[in-house]
């Protein structure tokens, strides 16, 4: 029986990443490219689909083509709304890759998170999961949830946005949104390197002082037991911990899978605080259902190829 192929496109703000994988998650082939921010929309949609040709040519088994994209998508008209990174507002990127390919085939999109979530339902931590939440953490803060087997969508395309509800509106740190006191401005890069700088001042023996303030100096300097790095992480552990108690109280999810490179980088040091905070902040019943885990997939790509796969489930669901 020939083997069924899908190509995940990730197209992110350095890079675009190409896979050809099976339903098992499986890559049989993969390719990176940079994406060149600079140039208009369509020289990235061209190299591309000059790339998914090649697939295409070289596999037969390829029944579909998973794209994912930074910002709100609207995915039932194929549009990335606005993909601030890529300079791209209202792009019909699903129209203009299917016109590319050398054969038809079905192309779907999404934005990163939820291609992330789906990756994970499929591949990763959240495998066959009918309920739960995913965390991004990385510059920033988003998310997406999956309730009873339903990835949530919203009416413009823009749900879970987490990374800006607020969690100190009047004394917060001032967020890129206009907002005091974001989630992401305590938990995510440019909320600790925010957070850090506010007390430079105030802890003159930190290390911090030195250097440079990146997330790797802080990351660093946490671990060893630099009070200013220490004082950064427990708020950012506070912080994750109640927005792990909103999602548990509010979706009651059976897991919430925390995904991106910040807090693969700091779970070692922010799990216990993290999982105490949330676990004083749910109702009982709601705590007890729910298991808080990494991701698993590191592939961007991989979570798009599963794309194909999730839509054609949904496709047969009645
Ligand atoms: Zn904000």
Redesign the pocket.
Known sequence: MRTELTVGVDIGGTKTALVVADRRGRILDSKTLPTQTQAPYSDTVSRVCALVNQYIERYDGISGIGIGVPGPVDVARGIAIHAANLGWRDVPILEAITKGLARALPVYIDNDVNVGAIGERLFGAAKDQDNFVYLIIGTGVGGAVVFDKVLLRGASNSEMEI??VSLDPVCGRV???G?RG?L?MSISGKGIIAHARQHLADYPQSRLSAGSLTTRNIINAAEANDALATHVMQEAARALGVACAWCINMFNPAQIILGGGLIHATWHLLEEPTLATARARCLPLNYAAATVSLSQLRDGALGASALVWHHQNEDKRP
């Open positions: 990374g800006h967020c890129t949104c907002q974001c992401e």
